[in-house]
C-alpha cells in the first residue's frame, strides 16, 4: 500500500489560475518536501516542513506555497500558475534527522499550465 | 551552484556489461551519500547508499566506490539487466545542515539486450 500519495495523477491548469497539489503520508514522518522534475534539472526542491504548522523555502520557492495543516498532510499551491511551472511534482517524506535520512517519494503530479 | 554533479548525462551498455555512473561534489561536509533510483512514471527510490567513512558499499550488483580525497563516487552496476534502465540520481548531505539533501540531475541508463 502507497505509504505517500499524491493527488491529482495529472492536471491540466490555465496561466493565471489557483492550483493546489495535495500529498498525504501514512509513514507518521515529520519531515516532507516537494520537488519538481524537469528535463536536464534533476530534482529540485520548492517547499519543506519539519513538521505540522512548519514550512521553510527551499531553492526555487518563487511562485509556489506550501501548507502543512497536519503530520500527514502537506500541500503545494500555486496562486497565480505560469506555463513555466509546467513540470512533474514529487512529494517525499523523511524518515529522520541528521545525515541518513531516507525519502519515500509519491509516484508524482504531472502538470501542465496552458 | 550545483552542489552535487553527475556524468554522463546519458549511458547505454549491452546486457551483462557493467555500467558506471560517476558523481562529484563540492562539500566537504557532505557525509552521506544515497543512490536514488527511478523508474518511468514512478517516483525516486533509495537504492544504495554510503557512509564517509567507507570507500566501498555492496548490495546485489549495486556497487558504490568512494573517494574521499578527490570528492567523488561511482555507482557500479554489474551484469546490468534491461529492468536496470531507470534514471539514477546521487545524492549527499551533512549532518549539520538541517537535513538537506541535495540531488544530482541524473544519469539516464539504458540496457540493450
Known amino acids: 500500500e502507497a505509504a505517500v500519495t499524491q493527488s491529482p495523477r495529472n492536471k491540466v491548469a490555465v496561466t493565471g489560475g489557483k492550483v493546489t497539489l495535495s500529498c498525504n503520508q501514512t509513514n507518521n514522518h515529520n519531515n516532507m518536501y516537494w520537488y519538481r522534475q524537469d528535463t536536464g534539472h534533476g530534482l529540485r526542491l520548492i517547499h519543506y516542513?519539519?513538521?505540522?504548522?512548519?514550512?521553510e523555502k527551499g531553492d526555487i520557492p518563487d511562485g509556489y506555497k506550501a501548507s502543512r495543516p497536519s503530520q500527514e498532510n502537506f500541500s503545494l499551491i500555486l496562486e497565480l500558475a505560469t506555463p513555466s511551472q509546467t513540470s512533474v511534482y514529487f512529494c517525499?517524506?523523511?524518515?529522520?534527522?541528521?545525515?541518513?535520512?531516507?525519502?519515500?517519494f509519491g509516484h508524482g503530479t504531472k502538470l501542465s499550465v496552458l | 551552484q550545483q552542489q552535487v554533479r553527475q556524468s554522463p548525462q546519458s549511458l547505454t551498455v549491452w546486457e551483462g556489461e557493467t555500467a558506471i555512473l560517476n558523481c562529484s561534489y563540492e562539500n566537504s561536509a557532505f557525509d552521506y551519500f544515497p543512490w536514488y533510483q527511478q523508474f518511468p512514471g514512478e517516483g525516486p527510490a533509495l537504492l544504495i547508499a554510503i557512509r564517509s567513512v567507507s570507500d566501498k558499499k555492496e548490495d546485489g550488483g549495486f556497487t558504490i566506490f568512494f573517494n574521499k580525497r578527490e570528492k567523488n563516487l561511482s555507482l557500479h552496476i554489474k551484469d546490468s539487466q534491461p529492468g536496470d534502465s531507470a534514471t539514477y540520481f546521487c545524492a549527499a548531505s551533512a549532518g549539520n545542515n538541517n537535513n538537506r539533501i541535495f540531488f544530482g540531475d541524473g544519469t539516464q541508463l539504458v540496457v540493450k539486450p
Open positions: 517525499a517524506s523523511g524518515d529522520g534527522w541528521g545525515a541518513n535520512e531516507r525519502l519515500f
Open positions: 516542513s519539519y513538521g505540522a504548522g512548519s514550512t
